[in-house]
């Protein structure tokens, strides 16, 4: 599996690539180890047919807002993947777009401070809006959370995106391998460059997201 690293892309010297290692440190670094864990998994069920695309930054709506951020997106012949990791641990639910999770004193469910099945979809549907712009064809589009650590338990209903563990990584990575081939090398290719944004526009569009982003994280 063939890997580009958005964050780090640039010169750490030059503003951009400075402004890069300052999102790096904004994003949790829980994230960024769970984000390494599934790249390494991938690389070992995936050949150089596949491609994942790290730290994808997004314009943000209003000049003053911050840029939208998706850790990890795949592009494979037969996929393209929003991918969300996390390190967290506990006791969860995932019902529908509900995500849940169990009280420490009791055995009762609540919903958790962050929704991460809502963070996951969004970033499928913000993933889906800029593939829209390309006027390329590509495989629908699916948001996956991924989990980095086995110190969790999922009870899941129906969830509205894909719930991937490290214990079901193999399968699921044997199931991508045998999906039909929508697309061949040269166009998932396409996809690439469309999706790093390898234009001078998308590259300033980018510079502000994350300049926006940066300056909306606490000091």
Known sequence: M????????QDANSPFGKLQTQLQQAMKSGSAKALDTMAEMFSKGLDNHYVLIRNLIFPAESKKGPGFVIPAVLVGPACLLAI????????????EDTW???????????PAPRNLIRDTLLMGDRLDEFMQGGGMSYPEIQPVLFFGDMGIHI????PVVRILQMDAVDRYL???????????ARQVQALVDYITGTSKANLEAAKEAARAFVKSQPE
Do not use: C, H, W
Request: glycine letters at 4%; hydrophobic letters at 35%.
């Open 2 to 9: 063939k890997q580009v690293d958005l964050a780090s892309s």
């Open 174 to 184: 044997l199931g991508l391998r045998q999906d039909e081939a929508l697309l061949d």
């Open 100 to 110: 849940l999770e169990m009280e420490k004193n009791s055995q009762s469910y609540k």
């Open 84 to 95: 969300n990791p996390t390190d967290a641990q506990g006791f969860f639910r995932a019902k």
């Open 155 to 158: 009870e899941s209903i129906r």
